[in-house]
């Protein structure tokens, strides 16, 4: 019980202590930006995802000053919400985006259209057109898709700045379904090709090469696989520039991973920058240019601003003892998809000892629904707020309505006050782009 990772103070009388980053622990409550989580729990009903606005802005900060001469686009997909896009684009965010609804989402958050990179390995013809109608940049995945846009911008007088999406061949030591830098990946073109895909894109219409870009992966936790995908990466600008064509960015994504377990090492904007920066600077500086650089954090800006918090509807002692809560994977698809690994705190008892071995499982009738597997956590009865923790980034943005389950209310707080920055789906969102024929009337 001693070596337990939660502090044991007498209920009370502890006036605050931080359990992980910006959450605290009040009264035997957990706090997320001021706010009492069982108080939130109570007005807003459960399940639902709640955000600490300030620490996105920290986070965003701490990338910022990491590497002050590089734009940061935010990579929208991580969390996709109107509120949270709104705050980053007025902090100077740029965005990655991967479809047309994110570029969509985007620019009406105010995030400028020179600052956004429309990425992705199968845009569709209708894609490829916004793009270059709304004039962003285009990062093409293949020989295919250069010559589809470079017919689309051309039929419309445009010119788009593109770069292509390089391959670098490299692991990042990550899980096998988040590595996106490996040869056999589906993403980008082979480093071998690179070069001459650079000299044919110069002499079409309505393209023009002004960068390069790669991304290895997502929750990378060590730094070499950057410092090798940076080298590699100016292998290949090198190469571009001495074909003539002046690369105005180089675009090396991101992927830094975050601390889900407590006491997980993970490096920093910091230590990502120590890693990245001294290559591509030696290097420019050899070349004799000044292209911009450009980094594409989703979870290190957004994973671990917000907790999803769910009420507890059943404990049942069987061959473990399982807590069921209110949330599935419907709205927290990680620990499903990736096994990953997510902090669970009981936020109305979150400085009691852990007295039993629970598992917590959600309502969705797949074995594989299961949030936290054999945690140490304090007694836990039916009604109790169960917190999962880190789940900012991948977590609402992939959530579905499957097993007729609508989506659940996201909450954004800040020093202390709460606001609904999205309804939660009712029954009505389940059925409402249905129809039916008229022979089943
Ligand atoms: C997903 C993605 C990112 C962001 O990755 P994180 O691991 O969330 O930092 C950046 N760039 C591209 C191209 C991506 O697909």
């Known amino acids: 019980m001693d070596k337990t990772t939660y502090n044991i103070m007498p209920v009370n009388c502890a006036p605050m202590f931080t359990i992980k980053n910006h959450l605290e622990i009040r009264n035997n409550h957990l706090f997320i930006g001021g706010a009492d989580t069982t108080e939130l729990a109570g007005k807003y009903g459960t399940p639902i995802y709640i955000t600490n606005e300030s620490r996105i802005i920290e986070n965003f900060s701490a990338y910022r000053k990491a590497f002050p001469d590089a734009d940061i686009y935010y990579a929208a997909k991580a969390n996709g919400s109107f509120a949270i896009l709104r705050m980053l684009a007025k902090e100077g965010s740029g965005a990655d985006v991967f479809s047309y609804g994110e570029l969509y989402m985007a620019l009406l958050a105010g995030i400028s259209r020179e600052k956004i990179l429309f990425n992705g390995n199968s845009k569709t013809d209708f894609e490829l057109r916004k793009a270059a109608e709304l004039g962003v940049k285009v990062s093409v995945d293949s020989r295919d898709e250069l010559h589809t846009l470079s017919e689309i911008a051309g039929s419309l007088g445009k010119t788009v700045e593109i770069a292509f999406r390089v391959n670098p061949d490299v692991s990042p030591g990550t899980h096998p379904k988040i590595a996106t830098g490996l040869r056999t990946s589906k993403f980008g073109i082979p480093s071998g090709e690179v070069v ?236 409402a782009k249905q129809k039916l024929p008229a022979r089943l009337m």
């Open 196 to 431: 001459d895909i650079y000299r044919e894109a110069s002499g079409l219409p309505g393209v023009m090469p002004a960068g390069i870009h790669c991304h290895i992966g997502s929750q990378i936790l060590d730094t070499a696989p950057f410092t090798e995908a940076t080298q590699k990466m100016m292998n290949l600008v090198e190469e571009v520039t001495a074909l003539g064509i002046d690369l105005k960015f180089v675009d090396l994504g991101s992927g830094l991973g975050i601390p889900y377990k407590k006491d997980e090492h993970a490096p920093t904007p910091a230590d990502h920058a120590d890693a990245i920066l001294p290559v591509f600077q030696e290097r420019t500086e050899e070349l004799g240019i000044s292209p911009k650089l450009i980094l594409e954090p989703g979870r290190y800006i957004v994973g671990d601003t917000t907790i999803l918090l769910t009420r507890v509807n059943t404990v049942k002692k069987a061959a473990k003892n399982f807590v069921g809560v209110d949330a599935g994977f419907n709205l927290l698809i990680r620990p499903t998809m990736y096994d990953s690994y997510h902090y669970a705190v009981v936020a109305n008892r979150a400085a009691s000892k852990p007295e039993e071995i629970y598992s917590i499982v959600g309502p969705i009738c797949e074995t594989g629904d299961v949030f936290a597997r054999d945690r140490e956590l304090p007694r836990i009865e039916k009604g109790d707020i169960v917190a999962l923790l880190d789940a900012g980034a991948y977590g609402f943005s992939m959530s579905s309505q499957y097993n007729g389950r609508p989506r659940c209310a996201e909450i954004l707080v800040k020093e202390g006050k709460s606001d609904v920055i999205r309804s939660a789906e009712d029954v009505g969102d389940l059925i």
